[in-house]
C-alpha cells in the first residue's frame, strides 16, 4: 500500500471501502475497495474528506482483479452468451438462447487447478433456456499476477470453453412394438410421453408406425421411417432380454452403427443408441421411459436434440449420479441425477 495525495490518485486501486455519510439520506460504502479512481470521483472523495488514499500500486506484470476478470471472462462466453458487468472482481454468463449446454471439462479443470483463479458452472450436458445463468468467474485476489492469465489462455488456446450449441433437430420417426398394441388389446401409452419429451426441444413426431413383434417387422418399420427423411428414429419396446424382446437386434439389422447398448444409468439401463452412415441417430427406448419422471432418454436428449454425436464414453461416465432417488416430489433437472 501506499499514501497519495486525493488529487493525484486517479488511475489509482482503492485499498478498503469508503464510506460516505450524508445525515438522514445515506450511509454506505461510496468507494468500494478495489476501485479503480476516476476523475469525476476526485470532488466526491474531497467532499468526504479524503485529501490523502491508501492505493495499491500495480507492481510490472500485475493486474487488477477486474481486468483480469474480463480476460477470464474471454475463456469461456461463446455466441449465444450474455454477460454481466464486472463487480468486484466478478462477471457472471447467461444464455441468450435455448440449446444444450457443453463444458470443455478438461481446459475448465486445466485453469481451476491454476492458483488464484476460478470458474464456476452449472452441470453440462443438460439443456438451458434463454436467461439461465451459465457460470461465474473471476481472480481471487485483487492483484494478480498476470502470468497466471497468460497460462489459462494458453490451456484454453483461444476457443472459449463453454457453448450453448441450439437444438436443431425437428423431426422424428417412432416406431412402436409389440402385438398387444399391434392387435389393439392395450392402449398405447408410450407414444405420448415420446412426444411430449420431444416437444420440449422442438422436435415434433412427423411419422409413426405401429408394427407386430418380430425381427424382420421392426427393421422394415426402421427402413421405411428412413425414407422420410426424419432426423432421429426413436424405438418403443422390445429392449429387455426375454426372448420376444427383438428391437436391439433389430436396429442392428437395420445397418446402424451401435454406439451403447445398456448404460450404467437407474432407470433406463437397457437404453440403445445407434448411428446410420449419414449421422441420423436411432434410439431405442426401454419401458421405463414411458412411466418415470426421469430416465437416460431425459439425460441423453438434449444432446443428441442439438446434434451431438455421442460416444461410449459419454455413457461410461453417468455411472456416478446416475442412480434416480426417486424423489418426491420429484425435482429433475435441478438434483444430481445425470450430474
Not at 474471454?74 to 450474455?82: D, V
Not at 483463479?117 to 450436458?125: V, W
Request: proline share 5%; hydrophobic share 40%; with cysteine.
Amino acid at each position: 500500500m501506499k499514501l497519495i495525495r486525493t488529487v493525484d490518485a486517479v488511475g489509482q486501486v482503492l485499498c478498503h471501502d469508503m464510506t460516505q455519510i450524508i445525515p438522514g439520506q445515506y450511509k454506505d460504502a461510496r468507494f468500494r475497495k478495489g476501485h479503480i479512481v476516476t476523475e469525476e470521483d476526485i470532488p466526491v472523495l474531497l467532499s468526504m474528506g479524503k485529501e490523502n488514499l491508501y492505493i495499491f500500486e500495480l507492481g510490472a506484470g500485475q493486474l487488477h482483479e477486474n481486468d483480469a476478470a474480463e480476460r477470464m471472462c474471454a475463456l469461456c462466453r461463446n455466441e449465444g452468451m450474455s454477460r454481466s458487468e464486472v463487480k468486484e472482481g466478478k462477471i457472471e454468463l447467461f444464455a441468450e438462447r435455448d440449446g444444450v449446454f457443453l463444458i470443455d471439462r478438461e481446459k475448465l479443470n486445466a485453469v481451476n487447478a491454476i492458483d488464484e483463479l476460478m470458474i464456476a458452472t452449472r452441470r453440462g450436458d443438460a439443456a438451458v433456456r434463454a436467461g439461465d445463468k451459465l457460470a461465474g468467474t473471476r481472480v481471487i485476489p485483487l492483484v494478480i499476477d498476470e502470468a497466471k492469465l497468460l497460462e489459462a489462455e494458453r490451456i484454453v488456446g483461444g476457443k472459449p470453453i463453454l457453448e450453448v450449441r441450439p437444438f436443431t433437430l425437428r423431426r422424428a420417426g417412432v416406431v412402436t412394438t409389440g402385438s398387444e398394441v399391434y392387435h389393439g388389446r392395450i392402449e398405447d401409452r408410450f407414444t405420448p410421453v415420446i412426444e411430449r419429451k420431444l416437444a420440449a426441444y422442438g422436435i415434433a413426431m412427423t411419422e409413426h408406425v405401429t408394427v407386430d413383434d418380430g425381427p424382420d417387422n421392426i427393421r422394415a418399420a426402421i427402413e421405411r421411417l428412413r425414407e422420410t427423411g426424419v432426423d432421429m428414429i426413436l424405438c418403443t419396446g422390445g429392449m429387455s432380454v426375454d426372448p420376444d424382446d427383438n428391437t436391439p437386434g433389430a436396429i442392428k439389422a437395420s445397418g446402424a452403427r451401435i454406439v451403447t447398448y445398456g448404460a450404467p444409468v437407474l432407470p433406463g439401463a437397457m437404453f440403445l443408441l445407434g448411428y446410420f452412415d449419414d449421422g441420423q441417430p436411432i434410439m431405442g427406448l426401454p419401458g421405463c421411459v414411458m412411466y418415470a419422471r426421469a430416465t437416460i432418454f431425459d439425460l441423453a436428449l438434449p444432446r443428441i436434440a442439438a446434434g451431438v454425436e455421442l460416444t461410449r464414453g459419454d455413457f461410461t461416465t453417468l455411472g456416478e449420479g446416475g442412480l434416480c432417488l426417486g424423489c418426491q416430489p420429484c425435482t429433475f433437472p435441478n438434483c444430481g441425477f445425470g450430474a
